[in-house]
T-cell receptor, first 113, second 117 residues
Framework: GESVGLHLPTLSVQEGDNSIINCAYS??????FIWYKQESGKGPQFIID?????DKRQGQRVTVLLNKTVKHLSLQIAATQPGDSAVYFC????????????FGAGTRLAVHP | GAVVSQHPSRVICKSGTSVKIECRSL??????MFWYRQFPKKSLMLMAT?????????EQGVEKDKFLINHASLTLSTLTVTSAHPEDSSFYIC?????????????FGAGSRLTVL
């Protein structure tokens, strides 16, 4: 079946550097994408979303880029902080609608001082 | 902002018993809630869609009689793991979206960790 996947399972960065987390999706019909942050033992926390009619969206210290041509999604975190350490998941809306999400495998971000 | 509460956050039970997990939307109404399961160091897998006032919709491979879902009100969905076995041990997470806001932003609960001995 179609699924969302990630290129890198683990990413280690120095505090203050920029982080880029990548995600490849396979369902060309998906039109809504979300990035979630999950800390250990907690539920996913919404970071930023983007619809397929856009290729870039910015939030506070975060930017999501969408390349529909190659079905690629990325999350950029500026000036990464220790509090950013977590697992990051990309998700896409499933065939059941916007709220029926399909999650990618996840990338662990480790921020070192 | 929207808050989704799950209870209990942790539960340990003996094999063969049933465990109920509650998912509540605290400050909004949710006609639909979603239940996910997450194994250690793995992603979230959608189990079922909980529909207020009607039957839940289960994903392929999820046993309906094993994982009973009840959505009796606009703010509460429950997941009951019946006759639990060690392989049912997992992190169960629910999510909900405000039915009235139209924002389509899901809020997730903090999860419930089930350990079956």
């Amino acid at each position: 079946g179609e699924s969302v996947g990630l290129h890198l399972p683990t990413l280690s960065v120095q505090e203050g550097d920029n982080s880029i987390i990548n995600c490849a999706y396979s369902n060309s019909a998906s039109d809504y994408f979300i990035w979630y942050k999950q800390e250990s033992g907690k539920g996913p926390q919404f970071i930023i979303d983007i619809r397929s009619n856009m290729d870039k969206r910015q939030g506070q210290r975060v930017t999501v880029l969408l390349n529909k041509t190659v079905k690629h999604l990325s999350l950029q975190i500026a000036a990464t902080q220790p509090g950013d350490s977590a697992v990051y998941f990309c998700a896409e809306n499933g065939p059941g609608g916007y709220n029926k999400l399909i999650f990618g495998a996840g990338t662990r971000l480790a921020v070192h001082p | 902002g929207a808050v989704v509460s799950q209870h209990p956050s942790r539960v340990i039970c003996k094999s063969g018993t049933s465990v109920k997990i509650e998912c509540r939307s605290l400050d909004f109404q949710a006609t639909t809630m979603f239940w996910y399961r997450q194994f250690p160091k793995k992603s979230l897998m959608l189990m079922a869609t909980s529909n207020e006032g009607s039957k839940a919709t289960y994903e392929q491979g999820v046993e309906k009689d094993k994982f009973l879902i009840n959505h009796a009100s606009l703010t509460l969905s429950t997941l009951t793991v019946t006759s639990a076995h060690p392989e049912d041990s997992s992190f169960y997470i629910c999510s909900a979206a405000d039915s009235l806001s139209g924002a389509n932003v899901l809020t997730f609960g903090a999860g419930s960790r089930l350990t079956v001995l």
